[in-house]
């Protein structure tokens, strides 16, 4: 069965630091593209943050040198370490692995900075 499953999610205050974790199971996972989505209340889902199978990695101008993703093939396991929060950061964080017309999608963790 293939799944995607998201944790590390909660409450941190602005200018905290959270890291966000997504473990793959029933795919090869080191040939997928991983991302990291975001979606916050009332509006749409945007790109966070990915990286290819080779390693590349790639960020939205919102959160460049702040926030870092890494895989671990080891462990099929992909990460987003978030530092420097704000507010705006408020949203359910989503991880989605692709390859080719592969597209598999997590469930989401919640992550709420708040004072």
């Known amino acids: 069965q293939v799944q995607l499953v998201e944790s590390g999610g909660g409450l941190v205050q602005p200018g905290g630091s959270l890291r966000i974790s997504c473990t793959a199971s029933?795919?090869?996972?080191?040939?997928?593209?991983m991302d990291w989505y975001r979606q916050a209340p009332g509006k749409q889902r945007e790109l966070v943050a990915g990286?290819?199978?080779?390693?590349?990695?790639f960020y939205a101008d919102s959160v460049k040198g702040r926030f870092t993703i890494s895989r671990d093939n080891a462990n099929n396991t992909v990460y987003l370490q978030m530092n420097s929060l704000k507010p705006e950061g408020t949203a359910d964080y989503y991880c989605?692995?692709?390859?080719?017309?592969?597209?598999?999608w997590g469930q989401g963790t919640q992550v709420t900075v708040s004072s």
């Open positions: 990286v290819t199978s080779g390693g590349r990695t």
């Open positions: 989605n692995a692709n390859w080719g017309l592969y597209d598999v």
């Open positions: 029933g795919i090869l996972f080191s040939i997928y593209d």
